[in-house]
């Protein structure tokens, strides 16, 4: 039961950091080695709030993996890294408002 639930973490968090990976990806020319102009580059607070949500989303999986295995120390980092994610995520969304 457990191996399968790492699994599904596993996969999860690949395809979490794949989804991360094509957006930072597609602000590119769509040319294979080519250098970004900085205008095209992500702002920084774009990529808070991208790796914010990542991590917030990677917590949430531990947590219940964590609840579900009846693992205490698990769910207690899923916890952690859910509410560092949200922080995370909140300091993108302020230095936007701010404007970098």
Do not use: C, W
């Not at 920084?44 to 991590?55: V, Y």
């Not at 698990?74 to 995520?89: F, H, M, P």
């Amino acid at each position: 039961m457990v191996v399968v639930h790492s699994k599904v973490v596993e996969a999860e968090a690949t395809r979490a950091a794949s989804y991360f990976q094509d957006a930072q990806s597609a602000r590119g020319t769509g040319q294979s080695g080519s250098i970004l102009k900085e205008e095209d580059a992500m702002n920084p607070s774009t990529k808070d709030q991208a790796q914010g949500k990542f991590h917030e989303v990677k917590g949430k999986i531990k947590e219940k993996l964590g609840k579900a295995t009846k693992n205490p120390n698990l769910e207690n980092e899923g916890t952690t890294e859910k509410t560092a994610g949200k922080v995370q995520k909140k300091i993108g969304q302020v230095e936007k408002v701010l404007g970098d």
